[in-house]
């Protein structure tokens, strides 16, 4: 059975295709499945900002084929961990969990880094081309703890 991973952002278009990506090239995909969400619906069915395209491109990574979508209550059922990125994504899917079992999968991304500091991903949707490099510099790294802890 796969191991489940969900990145969650507020629209789905920066910050998780980021994370998304960034993780995907890190496992082995046969055992690993991972995907991401917005908690808003404000882009459902939308392509990636074409600034993280371009970010992950610069880096050999391909996310112009993501779609966005909205995270669900029945994410807590299909997912074994839901890494949010800022304190506002996790009281938002938090307030959708059913229970503590439900609570218990999700984490901001960045505590992977900064251990309890529940230090946010900066949204870089409008800030600067600089902002979306910062952002997956964090995601990068963050990533990279995940999968260690995950294979």
């Known amino acids: 059975m796969k191991t489940r991973v969900l990145m969650v952002c507020l629209g789905n278009i ?3 295709p980021l994370a998304e990506g960034l993780l995907a090239s ?3 995909q046969e055992k690993i499945q991972v995907d991401s969400a917005g908690t808003s619906d404000y882009h459902i069915g939308h392509s990636p900002d074409k600034r993280s395209i371009a970010i992950a ?3 050999k990574l391909d996310i112009s084929q993501q779609k966005g ?5 029945e ?3 299909t997912f074994d961990y839901i890494f949010v990125m800022d304190n506002s994504n996790y009281d938002d899917v938090i307030k959708l969990a059913r229970n503590d079992e439900d609570k218990r999968k999700v984490e901001l991304i960045l505590n992977k880094i900064f251990p309890h500091e529940n230090v946010d991903v900066p949204d870089p949707y409008y800030g600067g081309e600089h902002g979306f490099k910062n952002v997956y510099e964090m995601l990068d ?3 990279s703890i995940i999968a260690k802890e995950i294979s």
Request: glycine share 0%; charged share 40%; with cysteine.
């Open 14 to 16: 920066c910050r998780s």
């Open 26 to 28: 890190k496992v082995d």
């Open 69 to 73: 979508r909205q995270f669900t209550k």
């Open 57 to 59: 491109s610069t880096n």
């Open 75 to 77: 994410d807590f059922d």
């Open 141 to 143: 790294e963050a990533t």
